[in-house]
């Protein structure tokens, strides 16, 4: 269940995660993209630390709002408005129903109507779609967290920039998907996920 603690907490938790392993994220788009997931996320990162800092929204939607804004404005690429509206559409549904995986299904629509990506176009679609069928069963763990990315390294891009390569984008993991993994990592750790 959401609180505005454990969202704080969760997102503290992520924004740890992304600034950890920048390099790796951009090491992961260097071969399929152009190398930037990692920068780009961290810089999000940064921005959204500074911001849960200095403003103190007391309740969940002007919270995930406020995180949606702050990723769309700092983060660039195509995924500082994917993560961005996966944010504002879930700040949209916390007004009325607070269910983790409602709101997760929100975020999910919310990428999807910018993105216009389906399940197995290799993006990080691939890894909100088995995880909030997870969350939904209360199934959810941190190894399928893992394996759901793995199963993009088979996947041929079809959506975003690693699509221009085509069948030479098969045989890597999705950076898009490696750092969704990590919010969803986080907010098993946080316990905004609980059984
Ligand atoms: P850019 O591709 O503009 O350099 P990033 O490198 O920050 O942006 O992000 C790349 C990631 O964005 C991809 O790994 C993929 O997961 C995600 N992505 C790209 N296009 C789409 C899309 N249309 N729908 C969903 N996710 C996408
Ligand atoms: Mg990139």
Redesign the pocket.
Known sequence: MLSVENTKQWLTLFTALLIENKAY??E??TA??????G???ARGATALNEVLESKNPEDIPSLLKLIGMTLVSK??????P?YGSAFISMAKVSQENTDLSVLLQAGLDG??K????TAG???????WIPIIQAVKEKKLTIELIEESVQK?KNMK?T?????YLGDRSIGHI???????SYLFKTMIEAGVYDE
């Open positions: 994220l951009s992961l788009d399929i993209g152009d190398g930037d997931h920068n780009n996320m983060v660039g690429g195509a995924s500082g994917l990428i999807q910018r993105g216009n990506a176009e290799k993006t990080m679609v691939d890894e993009t891009a959506k975003g920039r690693a699509s999705d950076p898009g998907a490696m750092s969704s």
